[in-house]
């Protein structure tokens, strides 16, 4: 018996073994005699030297393939093995719930990464209201936003607002150039590059001059009823418990909302507290809203984001 051990670098490993572990019970169909068992980012192969050998070498191939193209299905992972996708073994074109939720420009495929991010989505189709919290790099914004715009393109709602507490990191809005827009922009960027990622340039440029698609500091959000769209506040730590109130009070009829936050990464002056914590607390059993909490195995970032979020003690 041969015993190989794997470590999973630059890609997350939710991701090379799918949701449920559908890609690795695939990879492990392909050698029945070997033994395959996945810890973290180690992978340890124990068997016959020849098949666990091929075994690794396959591995390999699948995460030089995630690296290059950021997507793995079942069909793709089969391929690489050269085998069948037989009815016994998970099938994206049969299953029920097709994990893609956005084809994007470019040929992209917006997916659920992570077993977190599928209860995100999951999370909408039974509430109208989803509070998903967790660290840097989880994917909490990239794939609120991108629930949003598979319901925008299915015609489910008619736009989307997006919206963050203009709250300075460190610095000072005043001491920026330019004018209002211009000066809170870059805190807003972040939506605008998960839009950019699901959204055809031109399309997305008419949605934003016909506000189909808006994007505002949560200030804006003030007086108004949000009726028949997608509300996500992001970077929701940074409101406080009376903004807080305020942004949730503004849902109309045929509405969803989605807050996402770090309470790790508070920004607010001292003096001020988080409303976020406050609400997941008062909030959590009510029906018709779900929390979601996101973990340091939900990070798709680059491997060492997991590592350094650790040192932190996050």
Wanted: glycine residues 6%; hydrophobic residues 40%; neutral net charge.
């Amino acid at each position: 018996m041969t015993e190989i051990e794997l470590t999973i670098e630059d890609v997350n490993p939710s991701e090379l073994l799918g949701v449920n572990n559908a890609y690795l019970k695939i990879i492990q169909s392909a050698y029945p005699k070997a033994k395959i068992l996945s810890r973290g980012n180690e992978l340890k192969l124990i068997g016959e030297n020849h098949e666990i050998q091929d075994a690794a070498k396959k591995i390999n191939q699948i995460i030089a393939y995630l690296q290059k193209k950021g997507v793995l299905t079942e069909s793709k992972v089969a391929d690489i093995l050269n085998i069948p996708l037989t009815p016994e073994l998970p099938h994206e074109d049969k299953a029920p719930d097709n994990n893609v939720l956005v084809h994007g420009p470019n040929g992209k495929i917006v997916t659920a990464r992570t077993p977190n991010q599928r209860r995100m989505v999951d999370a909408m189709d039974e509430n109208d209201i989803l509070f998903a919290t967790g660290p840097a790099g989880t994917g909490k914004t990239y794939t609120a936003v991108a629930i949003a715009v598979k319901a925008l393109k299915n015609k489910e709602i008619k736009r989307i607002i997006l919206a963050r507490p203009a709250v300075e990191a460190g610095e000072n809005l005043g001491f920026l150039p330019g004018d209002l827009k211009e000066k809170i922009d870059p805190y807003l960027r972040p939506l605008y590059d998960a839009l950019e990622d699901m959204i055809d340039p031109i399309k997305l440029k008419t949605y934003l001059e016909t506000r189909v698609i808006e994007i505002a500091p949560m200030a804006f959000m003030r007086g108004r009823t949000l009726d028949n769209a997608y509300v996500i506040l992001d970077e929701a730590q940074n409101a406080t418990g009376v903004q807080l109130k305020m942004f949730l009070t503004r849902m109309g009829t045929h509405a969803k909302f989605i807050i996402t936050g770090d309470t790790t990464q508070i920004d607010l002056p001292k003096a001020q507290q988080s409303g976020l914590p406050f609400a997941i607390d008062k909030l959590a059993e009510i029906k018709g809203i779900q929390i979601v909490h996101l973990t340091i195995e939900d990070v798709v970032r680059h491997r060492l984001v997991r590592e350094i979020i650790k040192a932190y003690g996050g």
